[in-house]
């Protein structure tokens, strides 16, 4: 059975930093691309990054800005999102995804087989 928890969500204020952290259990790790997606109140769901299994590769939706980072460590079986400058409109809660395959240019498309929970990420202004 599949497990990924995300941790590391929270409150903090505009301009502040957070690190968000995505373990799973019950699969083969590196065989799996992971992602960040967000989903803000009465907002679709968004995107956020997307690593290749090797962690070699990574995408990155335009509205991050350059402002945050994704990683993974393999040995961990962990996902990472380094966010810094956080902004009021990355309010949200923040998930992480795991599919069998490549990220490419269409990963914000992709059916995603595994999700976790989720963790609440607010950016008081």
């Known amino acids: 059975q599949v497990h990924m928890v995300e941790s590391g969500g929270g409150l903090v204020q505009a301009g502040g930093s957070l690190r968000l952290s995505c373990t799973v259990s019950?699969?083969?790790?590196?065989?799996?691309?992971m992602a960040w997606f967000r989903q803000a109140p009465g907002k679709e769901r968004e995107g956020v990054s997307c690593?290749?299994?090797?962690?070699?590769?990574?995408y990155y939706a335009d509205s991050i800005e350059g402002r945050f980072s994704s990683s993974r460590d393999n040995a961990k079986n962990t996902l990472y999102l380094q966010m810094n400058d956080l902004k009021s409109e990355d309010t949200a809660t923040y998930y992480c995804?795991?599919?069998?395959?490549?990220?490419?240019?269409?990963?914000?498309?992709?059916?995603?087989?595994?999700w976790g929970q989720g963790t609440q990420v607010t950016v008081s202004s």
């Open positions: 019950g699969l083969q790790f590196d065989d799996y691309i």
């Open positions: 690593v290749s299994g090797s962690g070699e590769y990574i």
């Open positions: 995804a795991a599919l069998s395959g490549i990220c490419g240019g269409s990963w914000k498309e992709k059916q995603y087989t595994y």
